[in-house]
């Protein structure tokens, strides 16, 4: 098959006007103008979309489908831990159908507005079995013993036995102040075993920065009221705590860190050792419901972190349209390069999934993982792309038409 489009955004290059892709099976195979590629396989089938760009299918990089059902059923709270008792108290009346369809819902949707591969949190495991999912996955066990740590490995281990069937999969020890070190150092074992990645939120809040440095504050609090051991609180932050956990348990394994929002400038200098071979997801709308301290992107990407969009869930944005991410960072860093900020959602993520070789580029021997956008100046294609707001009409997963 050819797939022929006005222009072709390989992110592999120079867009190509008048391009076309070339497709056998899942596998890109050619990728160039359409004279040269219609001349040199004259007998394929071709498609013409039109007036469109092709682009490689996008990657969220985090997400909790679970929570899509949330959407606008929790009002914006006076801290973080006054949305965590809320979230937490709406869960409490939700029903594994209802997670399910939840999450099948959440599919649907982020499928709709081009993303053909996403990094998706599920806090239950055990019904994963139950959704079949519509775009490319790597399920992520979200994973917390805050109340219980003599459960660690029982509860990682419950995770494994129910993720290993799946194509991709990892661990996701939810955060320092919800997960403790045993979590985390049986993740570690699991992760050196199987090959797998693992993710973690990370400086998420000032409310964490407050517990771990000054052992105060309203996340301090919740936390010590529900049972949680506060002795690795006070003097530190959130990142010392979760680095020097990593040296003792000798963690080498590079993590998909989200948000990194409240970060010292000491904490920078922790940095250094594991900024090339970690990556980070910021996401931008969630950022900005929560009113986190700004974050520090020309630092991180300077430090070589690899930095990626993403979502979060539903219960602290409006969609799952990376389109809106990218729109939502531009705005806070106008002086972004617009194929920077694709990159982010292109060929960043497929590295932090260890899938450079293979996704977030229109390039010979890569998946065929494609999304066209409508667009009416070619000259300013990258531009547009970012300014589209509807949802996809065209879409492809490794070779299939979905759209």
């Known amino acids: 098959m050819i ?54 299918g996008l990657i969220n990089a985090h997400c909790h489908l679970d929570y899509t059902c949330l959407r606008e059923k929790i009002p914006r709270q006076k801290s973080f831990t006054d949305w965590i008792r809320a979230i937490n108290a709406a869960k409490a009346k939700l029903t594994a159908e209802d997670y399910v369809a939840s999450t099948n819902e959440g599919f649907a949707e982020a499928k709709r507005f081009g993303t053909t591969t996403i990094a998706n949190l599920t806090a239950f495991p055990d019904l994963v079995s139950k959704i079949e999912s519509p775009i490319r996955t790597w399920w992520f066990a979200e994973l917390i013993d805050v109340q219980d740590p003599s459960r660690a490995s029982e509860i990682v281990d419950h995770a494994v036995a129910h993720l290993k069937s799946q194509e991709h999969w990892g661990l996701a020890p939810h955060a320092p102040f919800t997960a403790s070190p045993g979590l985390y150092r049986r993740c570690e074992e699991i992760a050196r075993h199987e090959n797998i990645l693992l993710t973690t939120h990370l400086a998420e809040s000032g409310e964490e920065m407050r517990m771990f440095r000054d052992a105060d504050g309203p996340l301090y609090e919740f936390l010590k009221e529900i049972g949680r051991p506060m002795k690795d609180c006070g003097r530190r932050t959130p990142l010392d705590i979760f680095l020097e956990d990593q040296r003792a348990i000798e963690g080498d394994r590079p993590y998909l860190c989200v948000h990194l929002n409240e970060l010292t400038s000491n904490d920078f200098d922790l940095l250094q050792e594991s900024a090339k071979s970690s990556s980070i997801a910021h996401c931008p709308r969630s950022h900005n419901y929560f009113g986190h301290s700004p974050f520090q992107f020309e630092k991180l990407r300077d430090a070589g972190f690899n930095i990626c969009l993403a979502t979060d869930s539903l219960a602290s944005n409006d969609d799952l349209s990376l389109f809106a991410e990218m729109r939502a960072f531009q705005k806070k860093f106008p002086g972004v390069s617009p194929e920077e900020i694709l990159r982010m959602v292109t060929t960043n993520p497929a590295r932090a999934l260890r899938r450079e070789k293979e996704l977030g580029k229109i390039r010979r021997g890569f998946i065929a993982d494609l999304v066209a956008v409508p667009i009416e100046k070619p000259d300013a294609v990258l531009d547009e792309i970012i300014a589209f707001e509807r949802g996809i009409v065209w879409s492809m997963l490794g070779g299939r038409v979905l759209a």
């Open 3 to 56: 797939v022929r489009a006005r222009v072709v955004v390989t992110m592999d290059g120079p867009p190509v006007a008048n391009g076309a892709v070339a497709i056998s099976g899942n596998r890109i195979v050619e990728v160039g103008t359409f004279p040269e590629i219609s001349r040199s396989r004259s007998q394929e089938k071709i498609l013409d979309l039109g007036e469109q760009a092709l682009l490689p």
